[in-house]
């Protein structure tokens, strides 16, 4: 195992492959995530796009602790001119930047040039892309510029085996691996930016750009039998659901020794009441995409990305080649949820994952996390299992195909059948990746259309 890098995973396939050659190349976890963070803004647009923004956890071994870093897009401050719809303020750039800067080993460059060649000279459009495309592209994207790109010549969503290039959104990337993204908030690429978004009938200023800031804040933190386990810290809702859901379930519970049916009540209580202390309504249209690593020095990043609908406006800015986001509505960062496992004594990351998808993302999360830690079950085996959750303001339990809906009863909880119950992507290190990294595995949901590899050469 001497050629053994780490193991990482994300929602789309060829941002992992994009984060194996930066392990394989000396870079870090951290290096990893935010170069898949930045190529999925030109392979997942819909979720990761430029004009969206985050949240990330990282343990760094070096310094031996774990933070958050929040770059969620931010409503424009100044109040908008009559008929003018409010653009978001982009947080990926200066949100990636700031976590480089931090954790990061190998170059900017390094990590932007990837996503930036595929603009320019076309990526085969990723599976999950197209079907969003054809599910609610007609609806979600609004102007011809943005047609332009993810339509064909007969105004029909692109399918698979098409080639998605984005010359507009390379040219700007180029200049922000270049000079850092600094033009892009305070420069000539930033006055663009706002042009475009004016032009589109929108709303942002300067000032808006120029004022923005990523926030370092600390871990929503818990604990697994001698090990610390991290989640996201406002204002991710999902990250705020899941550690609720952890304090009750989560080590000493009993969860785990409880029959499946049994396990899928307390797991659907438990949520439910996660839910409710956290406020949180249900929102139906939610756009976001995970990425996560770990690295075989024992660091550790996971990232989820946000447009907070799918396109976000729609609506492309001018000749920049970014959609920008509006603003989240009520519960949107439901979908946002992740999670770390580390130990301080032995200074290495023993797990690492990302729930996204829906706004049940945070239950689906635990569920699969619980089963894993707790329960020993394999990582495959804890994806595969069949999914619960409350139905957020309408009463009743969502259940996939297989769940042991009996155990609910027929009175006072109506079982409502769907098709999946968010997206969970996971690497675990049972034995710990430092001391024993054949212990490692990473595997993305079936669910989804994401992918995971160990990197070994």
Not at 112 to 131: D, K, N, S, Y
Not at 161 to 186: C, H, K, S
Not at 281 to 309: F, K, P, W, Y
Request: hydrophobic share 40%; with cysteine.
């Amino acid at each position: 195992m001497q050629d053994y890098f780490g193991g990482l995973a994300a929602d789309e396939p060829q941002s992992v492959l994009v984060g194996r050659d930066v392990l394989s190349a000396g870079g870090t976890a951290v290096d990893a995530v935010v170069a898949m963070s930045l190529t999925m803004m030109v392979t997942r647009p819909d979720a990761a796009g430029p004009g969206g923004g985050g949240m990330c956890l990282v343990y760094d071994k070096e310094k031996n602790i774990a933070e958050s870093i929040e770059f969620l897009p931010h409503a424009a401050r100044s109040p908008p001119l009559r008929n003018h719809w409010i653009a978001a303020t982009p947080g990926s750039f200066r949100g990636l930047f700031a976590l480089h800067a931090r954790y990061g080993r190998l170059r900017w460059e390094q990590l932007v040039l990837p996503a930036e060649r595929m603009a320019r000279f076309g990526v085969r459009i990723p599976r999950v892309l197209t079907q969003v495309l054809a599910k609610k592209g007609a609806v979600a994207i609004k102007d011809n510029a943005s047609r332009a790109v993810f339509f064909d010549r007969l105004g029909k969503p692109l399918k698979e085996g098409n080639r998605l290039r984005q010359v507009d959104l390379a040219a700007l990337l180029g200049r922000i691996r270049i000079t850092g993204p600094g033009d892009f908030y305070a420069g000539s690429a930033g006055r663009s930016f706002v042009d475009g978004v004016r032009a589109a009938g929108g709303w942002l200023t300067m000032k808006d750009l120029r004022g923005y800031r990523p926030t370092w804040q600390k871990t929503v933190k818990g604990s697994f039998d001698v090990h610390d386990v991290h989640f996201f810290p406002s204002p991710a809702l999902g990250g705020r659901v899941a550690a609720t859901i952890w304090q009750e379930l989560g080590d000493k519970s009993g969860f785990s020794k409880a029959g499946e049916g049994k396990k899928e009540v307390m797991l659907v209580n438990a949520s439910r009441r996660a839910y409710a202390a956290a406020l949180a309504q249900s929102q139906t249209e939610t756009a976001t995409a995970g990425a996560l690593a770990i690295d075989r020095e024992g660091n550790s990043a996971t990232c989820v990305m946000t447009m907070n609908r799918p396109f976000g406006s729609g609506r492309m800015a001018g000749e920049t080649g970014i959609m920008p986001a509006q603003p989240a509505e009520e519960g949107s960062t439901l979908a946002m949820s992740a999670m770390l496992v580390t130990n301080k004594n032995t200074k290495q990351t023993f797990m690492a994952a990302t729930g996204t998808g829906d706004d049940m993302a945070p239950v689906a999360l635990m569920a699969t996390t619980l089963r894993a830690l707790d329960g020993e079950v394999d990582i495959e085996k804890s994806l595969r299992a069949p999914r619960v959750a409350p139905v957020i303001g309408r009463g009743g339990v969502a259940a996939e195909s297989g769940a042991v809906k009996s155990a609910f009863g027929d009175s006072d909880q109506p079982i409502k059948d769907v098709s999946a119950i968010g997206l969970v992507n996971m690497m675990y290190c049972p034995k710990g990746i430092i001391d024993n990294p054949k212990s490692c595995t990473v595997k993305n949901d079936p669910r989804g259309f994401g992918y995971a590899i160990n990197a070994e050469f």
